[in-house]
């Protein structure tokens, strides 16, 4: 049973654009939700987080929005640059639960 | 070092031996997770080690998986008796005190 989804196994955008990478889970009981990039060939780095309490974190070109009664979260990168393209993973934790991982995104970023 | 480090990076091993994986995590982090991650899967927790507490095995997939973590540092995977299905790349992360997870690169096992 999968308790955090990413259902795009892969997304192509135009540098420049915007990139929204979306993730959804089913247990209400995660309070604290983080996004991790991952170049091949090496450990997923972590990227930006956001606790239940919030609807929205920035960072720079990175924002994550959460909304919780939907379940679902989401990843925008703006402007997108050809360096972003990685496979980005979401994922969550609450509870008793440790962190479940999403299957993850690949972006590609064209020039 | 000032990241997390795991050895080797690659290990090709015949189906029925066994491996030992290490991970050295970032100084100071008392946590440390294992995980692995197979063909287009998301990284599926395997074992939680926090500070001197007993470890979390919940997620070791069957009992030829084993881990431990010496003095509070280094920490070793061993998988006894490969099979092909285990093959993965085998990630570990230790964790910072404000809770986020910095991984090592991982050891990509293949088993023939």
């Known amino acids: 049973d999968q308790q955090v989804k990413q259902n795009s196994p892969s997304l192509s955008v135009q540098e420049g654009r915007i990139s929204i990478l979306n993730c959804d889970y089913t247990?209400?009981?995660?309070?604290?939700f983080l996004w991790y990039k991952k170049y091949p060939a090496e450990g997923p780095t972590f990227l930006i987080s956001?606790?239940?309490?919030?609807d929205k974190n920035e960072d720079g070109r990175f924002t994550v929005f959460l909304n919780k009664s939907a379940k679902h979260l989401s990843l925008h990168i703006v402007p997108s640059q050809p360096g972003d393209s990685a496979v980005y993973f979401c994922?969550?934790?609450?509870?008793?639960?440790?962190?479940?991982f999403g299957t993850g995104t690949r972006l590609k970023v064209l020039a | 070092g000032a990241g997390v480090s795991q050895s080797p990076s690659n290990k090709v091993t015949e189906k029925g031996k066994d491996v030992e994986l290490r991970c050295d995590p970032i100084?100071?982090?008392?946590?440390l997770y294992w995980y692995r991650q197979s063909l287009g899967q998301g990284l599926e927790f395997l074992i939680y080690?926090?500070?001197?507490?007993?470890?979390?095995k919940s997620g070791l997939p069957s009992d030829r998986f084993s881990a431990e973590r010496t003095g509070g540092s280094v920490s070793t995977l061993t998988i006894q008796r490969t099979q092909q299905e285990d093959s993965a790349v085998y990630l570990c992360?230790?964790?910072?005190?404000?809770?986020?997870?910095?991984f090592g690169p991982g050891t990509r096992l293949t088993v023939l």
């Open positions: 080690f926090q500070g001197n507490s007993a470890p979390d």
């Open positions: 956001i606790s239940s309490i919030k």
């Open positions: 992360a230790s964790i910072s005190p404000e809770d986020t997870q910095y």
């Open positions: 247990n209400s009981m995660f309070d604290y």
């Open positions: 100084s100071g982090h008392t946590a």
């Open positions: 994922a969550a934790k609450g509870g008793t639960y440790k962190y479940i």
